[in-house]
C-alpha cells in the first residue's frame, strides 16, 4: 500500500469521514449489496453536503425530530432500504427499527432478488429481525415497474415510511397513496425533498443517528410526539434552509 493509500485509512486525514464513506460504498458493490450507479448518486449527495458544511443544519435537526416523533405515533411504521443506506449505515437503522417499532423493507430501485436477499443478511448480521426483502407481493400505485414493487405487510400498507435516498417517483407514489413520508436526501431540490411530508435534508448518516436520539427522547410521551409533528411546517423548514445556504454563500462572497 502507498502512503497516499495509507492516509486515506487514517482517522486523523482531514477526509476521513468522506473517504471511510466511499469505501463502505466501494465494498458494498463488491458484496452485491451496492449498485455502481449508487456510487453516483453519492457523488451528487456529497456535493450537496459541501454547501451545509456538511454538518446538520437547524432545519434538518427540526425535521429529524418530527420524524422520530411522526414514526413514535405512527400506527404502522416502515423503514425503506436500500444499498447505498444498508452499505453506509446499517447497524443504525436497526438501531432505529428496534426504538421505533418499525418493520424494515428493503426496497430496491434496481431490483433484484439477490441484492435484496443480500441486503436482507447484512441487516440481520447486525441484529435486524422480520426483514422483507426477497418476493415482493404488491405494487406502488402509479409505478408500474420493477420499481414499483414492494411488500404488502410493509410499504404497501405502511401508514408512515422513512425513505432514505428515495428516487422521486416512488416518493411521489408514496404520498399520493396518503402515507406520510419522511425522506433523508442531500438534494433540497430533489423531487422526493419536495414532495416528503417531513423532508430532512441532510447525510444519512448523521441524519439516522440523530432520529435515534430523538425517538428516544420522545419514548413513553406520545402527548409531546403528537404535538410535535402538528406544529412541524416542512414548507416553512424548507424555506429556511434555502435561507441559510443563501447566507453562507453570501459570506463567502463578502467576508
Ligand atoms: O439500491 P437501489 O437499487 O435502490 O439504488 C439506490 C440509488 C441511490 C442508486 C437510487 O435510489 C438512485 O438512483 O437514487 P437517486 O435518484 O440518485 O437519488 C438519490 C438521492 O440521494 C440524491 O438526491 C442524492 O443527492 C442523495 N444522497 C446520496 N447520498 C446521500 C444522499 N442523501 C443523504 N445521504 C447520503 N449519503
Known amino acids: 500500500m502507498c502512503p497516499d493509500e495509507k492516509a486515506k485509512f487514517d482517522p486523523s486525514h482531514p477526509r476521513y469521514i468522506s473517504l471511510r464513506a466511499r469505501e463502505l460504498l466501494v465494498a458494498g458493490v463488491r458484496d452485491g449489496i451496492v449498485v455502481p450507479e449508487g456510487l453516483i448518486a453519492h457523488g451528487r449527495g456529497e456535493m450537496f ?11 434538518a435537526l427540526s425535521a429529524e425530530r418530527a420524524a422520530a416523533a411522526a414514526m413514535m405515533i405512527a400506527e404502522k411504521p416502515v423503514i425503506s432500504v436500500n444499498g447505498n443506506t444498508a452499505a453506509l449505515c446499517a447497524e443504525d437503522i436497526v438501531l432505529l427499527s428496534k426504538v421505533t417499532g418499525a418493520c424494515i423493507e428493503v426496497n430496491l430501485f434496481h431490483w433484484s432478488d439477490e441484492r435484496a436477499k443480500a441486503i436482507r ?20 400505485e402509479g409505478v408500474h415497474h420493477d420499481r414499483g414493487r414492494c411488500h404488502a405487510e410493509g410499504i404497501f ?99
Not at 200 to 222: C, G, H, K, Q, W
Not at 224 to 250: H, K
Open 157 to 255: 400498507s405502511a401508514d408512515t415510511v422513512l425513505v432514505p435516498l428515495e428516487d422521486g417517483d416512488r416518493a411521489c407514489a408514496l404520498a399520493g397513496m396518503g402515507k406520510t413520508v419522511i425522506s433523508i436526501d442531500l438534494n433540497p431540490l430533489s423531487r422526493t425533498t419536495l414532495f416528503s411530508t417531513i423532508s430532512i435534508v441532510d447525510e444519512v448518516t448523521r441524519a439516522v443517528p440523530n432520529i435515534i436520539r430523538f425517538s428516544n427522547e420522545l419514548a413513553e410521551n406520545a402527548v409531546l410526539a403528537s404535538n410535535t409533528v402538528q406544529s412541524f411546517d416542512n414548507a416553512a423548514q424548507l424555506r429556511e434552509l434555502f435561507r441559510l445556504i443563501g447566507e453562507r454563500f453570501a459570506k463567502l462572497a463578502h467576508p
Open 49 to 59: 453536503d459541501y454547501l451545509f458544511g456538511e454538518e446538520t443544519l437547524a432545519p
Open 121 to 140: 443478511r447484512l441487516l440481520e448480521s447486525k441484529g435486524g429481525s422480520e426483514v422483507l426483502a426477497e418476493d415482493p407481493d404488491a405494487v406502488l
